[in-house]
C-alpha cells in the first residue's frame, strides 16, 4: 500500500519563528490532507490539497502531486501552534475512502 | 453544524466489561470512520461505512469489536469483552466527498 513519510520528526521553535513541515508519498493521491492535533488531543483539520497551494492565515500549504510531495508551512509560530501535524492521503486507483496517516511531526513552540 | 459529536468523551471500565462508543456525524455528510489511536501504533482505521454500509472493516482487530450504523446519523462501535490493551483515544470522522472531520475522541481506560 501507499507509504507516507514525515520530517522532521519533531521540531523545536522559538515564538516568531517559522518553519516547513514535508510529507513525502510513494504514489498517487486523490485526497491529502493536512490536520494538526493540539495538545488536548483534538484533530483538527487544516487543509484539504491534493494539488496546489491553498492558505489560511498564518499557515499555507502546497502539494507537488508529480513529485510526490506536500509541504505545510507555519510563520510567525506560537505557543497555540504546539502539537502534532499529521499528513494523511487516499491512494489513486483504490475503490475507497482509507486515510493513510503519516507518523507525525511534533513541534513545540516556546516562548 | 455542530461537528461530529462522540459520547462519552472518557470512560474507565473493568476488563471483561461492554463498551460502547456512540457517534452522530455531520449531517450530510455520506461516510463515517471509526479510528483508533495510541502511542505505539499511532492513528488506525478500524472501520468506515459509506451511506450506512460497512465498506471495508479490515482494520477491526478481533471479532470482540463490532459496529454498527443504523441510520445517517448514527454510528456505535462495540467492545465485548474490553481488555487492557484496548485503552486508547477512538476518533469518529466523517466526510462528504473529501475533507474527513474529526470528532472529539473517547477516551478508553480498561483496568
Not at chain 2, 443504523?70 to 466523517?94: H, M
Amino acid at each position: 500500500g501507499i507509504q507516507v513519510e514525515q520530517s522532521p520528526p519533531d521540531l523545536i521553535l522559538q515564538e516568531g519563528a517559522n518553519s516547513t513541515l514535508r510529507c513525502n508519498f510513494s504514489d498517487s493521491v486523490n485526497n491529502l490532507q493536512w490536520f494538526h492535533q493540539n495538545p488536548w488531543g483534538q484533530l483538527i483539520n487544516l487543509f484539504y490539497i491534493p494539488s496546489g497551494t491553498k492558505q489560511n492565515g498564518r499557515l499555507s500549504a502546497t502539494t507537488v502531486a508529480t513529485e510526490r510531495y506536500s509541504l505545510l508551512y507555519i510563520s510567525s509560530s506560537q505557543t497555540t501552534d504546539s502539537g502534532v501535524y499529521f499528513c494523511a492521503v487516499i491512494g489513486r486507483g483504490g475503490a475507497t475512502n482509507k486515510l493513510i496517516f503519516g507518523t507525525g511531526t511534533l513541534l513545540a513552540v516556546q516562548p | 453544524d455542530a461537528g461530529v459529536i462522540q459520547s462519552p468523551r472518557h470512560e474507565v471500565t473493568e476488563m471483561g466489561q461492554e463498551v460502547t462508543l456512540r457517534c452522530k456525524p455531520i449531517s450530510g455528510h455520506n461516510s463515517l470512520f471509526w479510528y483508533r489511536q495510541t502511542m505505539m501504533r499511532g492513528l488506525e482505521l478500524l472501520i468506515y461505512f459509506n451511506n450506512n454500509v460497512p465498506i471495508d472493516d479490515s482494520g477491526m482487530p478481533e471479532d470482540r469489536f463490532s459496529a454498527k450504523m443504523p441510520n445517517a446519523s448514527f454510528s456505535t462501535l462495540k467492545i465485548q469483552p474490553s481488555e487492557p490493551r484496548d485503552s486508547a483515544v477512538y476518533f469518529c470522522a466523517s466526510s462528504g466527498w473529501d475533507t474527513q472531520y474529526f470528532g472529539p475522541g473517547t477516551r478508553l481506560t480498561v483496568l
